[in-house]
């Protein structure tokens, strides 16, 4: 009798928590919402209709089915609910005009395609022929404060960074910088150098960097 009053009690809670993941689609307003509260409720009323039918059979094989499905759904479930919130977030999924607070905005990389925090993360930038830093010192480049120049490889070789350091053309930089800086720091690596037009004395017009 008790047996089946809490095979009856676990089924009644998980449909009952299923029903709710259910409404979360429908009512949540955007990707993000709606993937919380389905993890959560869909992972717990699953794990009560599996423990009731587990329960009701009273089998040893099947109780040990049953406990290998709910850890693989509790283990599984929130790696793929992050993953799906994450190409969410990285594919500009819109968020809910009611979004306060986004603790990510400036933290993803579309070059990298990750989501980084505020602590510092390298970066390798080669010079490509033409770039505007190649033929100056590291010390005239105006980096922003903060980054890091860690090392250069050159021609198989590594050359320890400094000030008077001289960039070259084929120069892979390993540059180490804040997540709000990439930006910055890659515009002063990529960027060509400025041509000028002059004449030469027959009138023909050429370009010089």
Same mark, same amino acid.
């Given at each position: ?16 928590? #299923?029903?709710?993941?259910?409404? &979360? +689609?429908?009512? #949540? ?10 993890? *959560? ?13 587990? @329960? !009701?059979?009273?089998?040893? /094989?099947?109780?040990?089915?049953? +406990? ?8 599984? #479930?929130?790696?793929?609910? !992050? ?16 979004? $306060? ?8 990389? =579309?070059?990298? !395609?990750? @989501?980084? &925090?505020?602590? =510092?993360?390298?970066? #390798?930038?080669? @010079?490509? %022929? ?5 033929? *100056? ?6 980096? %922003?404060?903060?980054? @890091? ?19 070259? $053309? ?17 515009? +002063?690596?990529?960027?060509?150098? /400025? ?8 009138? *023909? ?5």
């Amino acid at each position: 009798m008790i047996r089946e009053l809490v095979e009856g009690a676990l089924l009644v809670i998980g449909c009952i928590f #299923m029903l709710l993941a259910t409404v &979360g +689609i429908l009512r #949540m307003p955007d990707l993000f919402t709606r993937l919380q509260v389905t993890s *959560k409720a869909s992972v717990f009323g699953m794990t009560c209709i599996i423990s009731a039918s587990a @329960l !009701h059979f009273q089998d040893p /094989a099947i109780t040990a089915r049953a +406990i290998v499905i709910i850890a693989f759904v509790v283990l599984t #479930m929130p790696v793929a609910t !992050h993953l799906l919130a994450r190409a969410g977030y990285t594919t500009n999924t819109p968020l809910s005009p009611e979004t $306060v607070v986004n603790e990510l905005a400036g933290q993803y990389d =579309p070059t990298t !395609h990750t @989501l980084a &925090g505020a602590e =510092p993360r390298s970066r #390798m930038f080669e @010079l490509a %022929p033409g770039a505007a830093v190649v033929g *100056k010192r590291i010390a005239e480049l105006g980096l %922003p404060a903060g980054v @890091l120049i860690r090392a250069i490889h050159r021609e198989g070789g590594t050359v320890v960074p400094r000030g008077q350091t001289i960039l070259e $053309v084929g120069d892979r930089l390993d540059v180490l910088a804040e997540p709000a800086e990439i930006g910055r720091v890659r515009e +002063i690596f990529l960027a060509r150098a /400025a041509t000028t037009a002059t004449d030469d004395p027959d009138g *023909k017009s050429s370009a010089s960097s």
